[in-house]
């Protein structure tokens, strides 16, 4: 009878183990999901803030390359530019 019982607390505290370890993961899983959610509203901010700033700006971006300045005018843009990529023309700005 005594082994009887060992038996039984060997099985309840496995129970008790895998309880515990499903627990933690529920938890883990779900804090998982709240950063996610966090995430993808950031996300979906920062495209907000995005589609503000092309709207207010015309399509016109600044760029440096090679430590010259450069503004990058939308595509059908008319003007001289100093040279194209991607199909949209790069003007060349003073440092000043």
């Known amino acids: 009878m ?3 019982w060992n ?4 099985f309840l505290g496995i ?3 895998s309880w515990g370890t499903m627990h933690w993961l529920s938890r883990s899983i779900d804090s998982r999901f709240e950063t996610l959610a966090e995430v993808n509203i950031r996300i979906h901010r920062a495209r907000e803030t995005l589609a503000e700033l092309e709207e207010t700006t015309w399509g016109v971006e600044l760029r440096e ?3 010259e ?3 990058v005018l939308p595509a059908d843009a008319p003007g001289r530019p100093a040279f194209t990529m ?5 003007l060349k700005l003073s440092k000043e």
């Open 7 to 10: 038996h039984d607390s060997r």
């Open 86 to 90: 991607d199909e949209r023309p790069y």
């Open 69 to 71: 300045r450069y503004a």
């Open 65 to 67: 390359i090679n430590g």
């Open 15 to 17: 129970c008790g183990g």
């Open 2 to 4: 005594g082994h009887h």
